[in-house]
């Protein structure tokens, strides 16, 4: 294996799509109309504002996750780690090696699974002195 730097190595404009991406999901609600079959319209498009394994939100946020190298996945929820105070800044590459060790292809789905992914996220990013804030009100594609 080789040397864990001391600090994330995956690239902000990275990173900072997930954000912007996570709080576009966040803001929905759990789903309240299962059963719901008529016009959208009639309904006032309220499904629009419900999140659901169809949503497309969800959809390109795993993909974004899914889409990253392996270091970066790895760096991601290493940094998910730092944010949410479960590892310091100083523990990285502690942080790091185990998220190398505990790797499996269900990364974007472990991380999605975290209803504060986009604040752990740019709280990681602050103890390391970086920021998404560069990037809000910005409209960045998904690459």
Avoid at 44 to 50: A, K, Q
Avoid at 86 to 106: F, H, M, S
Wanted: aromatic content about 8%.
């Amino acid at each position: 294996m080789t040397d864990i730097p001391v600090r994330p190595q995956i690239a902000l404009d990275s990173v900072c799509r997930i954000v912007m991406r996570a709080r576009e999901f966040d803001v929905k609600e759990g789903v309240t109309d299962e059963d719901e079959g008529s016009n959208p319209t009639d309904d006032r498009f309220i499904d629009v504002l419900e999140a659901n394994k169809d949503d497309p939100v969800f959809q390109e946020l795993r993909t974004a996750i899914r889409d990253l190298n392996v270091d970066d996945q790895c760096d991601l929820v290493a940094l998910t780690w730092v944010g949410r105070g479960d590892y310091g800044p100083e523990e990285w590459r502690e942080a790091r090696t185990l998220t190398v060790q505990q790797y499996n292809e269900r990364t974007a789905e472990y991380l999605l699974g975290m209803p504060l992914l986009a604040d752990y996220l740019e709280e990681g990013l602050a103890h390391f002195e970086m920021s998404c804030a560069d990037f809000e009100g910005k409209h960045l594609s998904t690459p």
